[in-house]
Antibody
Framework: EVQLVESGGGLVQPGGSLRLSCAAS????????MAWVRQAPGKGLEWVAY????????HYLDSVKGRFTISRDNAKNSLFLQMTSLGAEDTALYYC????????WGQGTLVTVSS | DIQMTQSPSSLSASVGDRVTITCRAS??????LAWYQQKPGKVPKLLMY???TLQSGVPSRFSGSGSGTEFTLTISSLQPEDVATYYC?????????FGPGTKVDIK
């Protein structure tokens, strides 16, 4: 059974940093592009970042470029999102998603940016 | 960047009605389009990919069509469990933008 389990969310002050993790199981992690998608409270879905199977190619939402870094450890079946210079606009539920089209999603980890 | 729009933003229909949601891309995206259903408080669920390929396990009352810049998601006979927000997403090239969503409820 495919499972994606996010962790690392929490309350952080504006300007702070946070590192999200996603533990993958039930499939060959290294075969898939992986993504982070977020959803602010009461809002729609927003694609954030995307990484190729071997980590050689990465893409970001314009508003997070230079602040967020997506990475992966295929040996540990893990996906990461390092977030810096966080602002209120980054408050959201962050989902780990498998593949070009998201046929598997985690349950999400909540990031709240507030003083 | 290619922008995605959806219409309508919300709709209310009766059980058994045929419902159609439209998604438009500002530039051609071939058929690199997915549709998702998100019920309140739940994780989004993939309904369709490649514009018209039904994801395994999704009821056959859901269908998708289109290519290029205009796409549709059709529910042939609306059921109470279909109350949800529906999103399209392009995956032709980054950024893999979602549409703003269409909220569907029962009249």
């Amino acid at each position: 059974e495919v499972q994606l389990v996010e962790s690392g969310g929490g309350l952080v002050q504006p300007g702070g940093s946070l590192r999200l993790s996603c533990a993958a199981s039930g499939f060959t992690f290294s075969n898939y592009w992986m993504a982070w998608v977020r959803q602010a409270p009461g809002k729609g879905l927003e694609w954030v970042a995307y990484i190729k199977q071997d980590g050689s190619e990465k893409h970001y939402l314009d508003s997070v470029k230079g602040r967020f870094t997506i990475s992966r450890d295929n040996a540990k079946n893990s996906l990461f999102l390092q977030m810096t210079s966080l602002g209120a606009e980054d408050t959201a539920l962050y989902y780990c998603v498998r593949g070009n089209w998201g046929n598997y999603w985690g349950q999400g980890t909540l990031v709240t940016v507030s003083s | 960047d290619i922008q995605m729009t959806q219409s309508p933003s919300s709709l209310s229909a009766s059980v058994g009605d045929r419902v159609t949601i439209t998604c438009r891309a500002s530039q051609g995206i071939n058929n690199y389009l997915a549709w998702y259903q998100q019920k309140p408080g739940k994780v989004p669920k993939l309904l369709m990919y490649a514009a018209s390929t039904l994801q395994s396990g999704v009821p056959s009352r859901f269908s998708g069509s289109g290519s290029g810049t205009e796409f549709t998601l059709t529910i042939s006979s609306l059921q109470p469990e279909d109350v949800a927000t529906y999103y399209c997403q392009k995956y032709y090239s980054a950024p893999f933008t979602f549409g703003p969503g269409t909220k569907v409820d029962i009249k």
